[in-house]
């Protein structure tokens, strides 16, 4: 949703300057930032932003309350890019500005920016009557992972706004509070299987210990969305032993892409239990199936997989997956 200025290569070199290849100082940024034509200063303003460089902050907050328009939008951009801190205060100001981007893209910058102290100012927006800035707001609350915006969040789970709900929903997993899952818990009866999929990592992202048990109870449920995206939710959390059998047992599943994201979790979760069934998947008809599973026996780094994983890379009909196979096969144990 943020405001992006980039590709502003063409419009550096038609002014004489080398955006990004180093043949001209920090120094200079600085000077065509503060003394130059409105053109050459947004190309600074790209430049510094793209170097990374942490003194080219205070400069760009110093710039921010004479900028207008659109370079007022690109320094807040940069100074978002650049995690500046020290904006934070001015970046909130401009949370009140008429113009609706202006807004948005200072919601986006302090998102950006990840500072708790930054909510309460983000709260009233949303509210606010565009739209777009409505989501930024709930987007830039999970990012700041502010646990006083919870309750308004929660609120938004009722929008007829779906885009506003699918944001609220995924701040609540950013925010982690685990008093979040009795409302996230109630959004799991929508029939939208996208909704439901934010729901369900969402649900994964909660610090919380109960969070495992329930995942692992939606392995075995009739609803095969919810067996994925369950699978799918473990794979973000540390691995639990408890929860591999369960796992296992999803490699059979007879639905492809809960076979899929069981493959995936088992891998990152580097279970070795699950080789011989990532051999058997290998050998599968389908490509998807025997790539992930040679990404997944890649991850686990199973010597007992290399004979397997040699012939696939040397024999497999698709090139895609023979690359797959020859790096897992580069990092196996010996």
Partial sequence: ?????????????????????????????????????????????????????????????????????????QVMDALGR??????????????????????????????????????????????????????QAAVALGQCRDLSARRPLEALLDSRDGMLKLAAVDALGRIGDSACLPALRSQLSNPDPVYRRHVVRAIGGLDDPKVDGLLGGWLADKDATLRGFSAEALGTRPADPALVPALLKGLSDPVEPVRIRCMETLGKWRVKEAVPGLLKALRDQDDLIRYKAAVALGLIGDARAKPALRYVSENDPRPEIRAAAGQALNGLNP
């Fill in 1 to 73: 949703m943020g405001i992006r200025w980039r590709g502003r290569l063409a419009l550096g070199l038609c002014l004489g300057l080398s955006v990004g290849a180093g043949a001209r100082s920090l120094k200079d940024y600085l000077a065509d930032l503060r003394f130059g034509t409105p053109e050459v200063r947004e190309a600074a303003v790209e430049a510094l932003a793209a170097s990374r460089d942490p003194q080219a902050g205070p400069a760009l907050l110093e710039a921010l309350p004479d900028s207008r328009g659109a370079l007022k939008i």
């Fill in 82 to 135: 650049l995690k500046v801190r020290d904006a934070v205060g001015a970046l909130r100001q401009e949370l009140a500005d008429a113009d609706p981007q202006s807004r948005l893209q200072a919601a986006v910058s302090l998102g950006e920016i990840g500072d708790p102290s930054a909510g309460p100012s983000l709260l009233p927006l949303l509210k606010d009557p565009d739209s777009q800035v409505r989501v």
